[in-house]
């Protein structure tokens, strides 16, 4: 009787427990994009949650300031999310290296990129990628259309033109001339040196030459951007110094600054912000008849932490990500990330089709610290921040910004070596 009695308990447990659900998996992704959780939330995740049941996922940035180092030691902890929001080359490349993300080059829906999509997540040879391609960025300058109305200002397409035009907001008292502060350093570098820098050293011919040792940091293309940033510092208003970048977006959005020095990247948190038309104009050329250069830079993607406990679902997220239904919500829903999907994306912004209109008649080239000369000790493009600050702070002359950049890097790398 004893027996019979635990058998139907057992039975009756069983029964009971073939009925329980098996509760849903959470994905949860690292990024540096604290602006864009609202955009994740309510349409990215809820996107790819309908037509993926039993799948949960979590976006749950760090200040993009923290990012790397946070992001490197939840790695090495065994702590990070199951998706890892990828910087594009170096600082990618070595985790990679490190088998902190899993290689991805068997991936379906990775078809749908380029070899020059996916090259800023890839080996070198190019053999294996081991991040799903996001978006690009396009750097430029945003500005109060309002104000330049009533000052009588047209978009200046010269360093003369863009000097004259500071110096007119300035005269005229309304406005903070430019909106960038110089506290966390990395704006200066990107939305500064790295924003009118390619018009110097022409882009990828600039880039390349740097990379193969042909050129130096010491050299006038290089030096010159910073000459250049020395004369932003009396346009940027008092403070700058300890002025953040979300100080800094502040200022424009409100309607207190009449220009930004810009990323794309900034569209769909300004247009949710800011109460005045906004347009935008490329870096100005040193001089009327110049080829301009842009920075169109592959900007963000999403890899797979090879130790994730939901690398099956974290599989079928990244497969959502490489297909042209999230490049078409990504595209729009964020306006400045510019889909590296082959299909055509249809972007209804106005503000995200000026910049990338300038795609025709500028050359595009990356970031010049981010493919091969970050990768050893120090940091060139964490080194480019400190420098770019210092050269606008008035700590460094721009000569001397070149001499410390080329020394530091000459400490490691050796030109020959690179492939």
């Not at 510019?338 to 089709?353: G, Q, T």
């Given at each position: ?85 990828c910087r594009p080359f170096d600082a990618s490349l070595e985790l990679f290296k490190k088998k902190q993300l899993a290689d991805l080059t068997d991936l379906k829906g990775l078809e749908n990129f380029t070899p020059v999509a996916k090259a800023a997540w890839s080996t070198d ?192 997220f990244l497969e959502w990500v490489a297909s042209p239904e999230f490049a078409s919500i990504y595209a729009n829903a964020l306006p400045g990330f510019f889909s590296l999907n082959s299909s ?76």
């Amino acid at each position: 009787m004893k027996y019979t009695a635990i058998l139907l308990t057992a039975t009756a447990l069983g029964g009971f427990a073939g009925n329980v659900q098996a509760a849903d998996a959470t994905v949860t992704i690292e990024s540096w994009r604290q602006d864009d959780i609202q955009v994740w939330q309510e349409k990215i995740i809820p996107a790819f949650e309908a037509k993926h049941p039993g799948i949960k996922v979590v976006f749950a940035p760090t200040a993009q300031t923290e990012y790397n180092a946070s992001l490197n030691a939840k790695l090495d902890a065994g702590s990070a999310g199951d998706i890892i929001t990828c910087r594009p080359f170096d600082a990618s490349l070595e985790l990679f290296k490190k088998k902190q993300l899993a290689d991805l080059t068997d991936l379906k829906g990775l078809e749908n990129f380029t070899p020059v999509a996916k090259a800023a997540w890839s080996t070198d040879d190019g053999k294996s990628t081991f991040c799903v391609p996001m978006a690009s960025v396009i750097h430029g300058f945003i500005y109060n259309k309002d104000a330049f109305d009533k000052l009588g200002i047209s978009i200046p397409k010269t360093e003369d033109e863009f000097f004259a035009a500071l110096d007119k907001i300035k005269s005229d008292g309304t406005y903070i001339p430019m909106a960038m502060g110089t506290k966390e350093m990395w704006e200066a570098a990107t939305m500064g040196y790295q924003n009118i820098g390619p018009n110097y050293w022409k882009g990828e011919e600039g880039r390349a030459a740097l990379i193969s040792g042909k050129q130096k940091l010491t050299d006038a293309d290089w030096v010159k951007p910073y000459e250049e940033l020395v004369k932003w510092k009396p346009y940027l208003g008092d403070g700058f110094e300890a002025q953040t970048y979300s100080d800094s977006q502040n200022l424009f959005t409100l309607g207190r600054a009449a220009i930004y020095p810009a990323g794309s990247w900034e569209i769909a948190l300004f247009n949710s912000q800011a109460q005045f038309k906004m347009g935008a104009f490329p870096p100005p050329v040193p001089k009327a008849g110049d080829q301009g250069y842009i920075s169109d830079h592959p900007d963000i993607a999403v890899g797979l932490n090879s130790k994730s406990p939901h690398a099956a679902e974290a599989k079928t997220f990244l497969e959502w990500v490489a297909s042209p239904e999230f490049a078409s919500i990504y595209a729009n829903a964020l306006p400045g990330f510019f889909s590296l999907n082959s299909s055509p994306v249809k972007m209804s912004d106005p503000l995200a089709r000026e910049f990338v209109s300038w795609r025709g008649p500028y050359k595009s080239t990356v970031r010049s610290t981010y493919q091969i000369l970050s990768r050893g000790t120090p940091n060139l493009e964490n080194e480019t921040w400190v420098e770019s600050a210092n050269v606008i702070n008035g700590t460094d002359t721009p000569a001397v910004a070149g001499e410390k950049l080329q020394k530091g890097l000459d400490s490691w790398y050796k030109p020959a070596a690179a492939k």
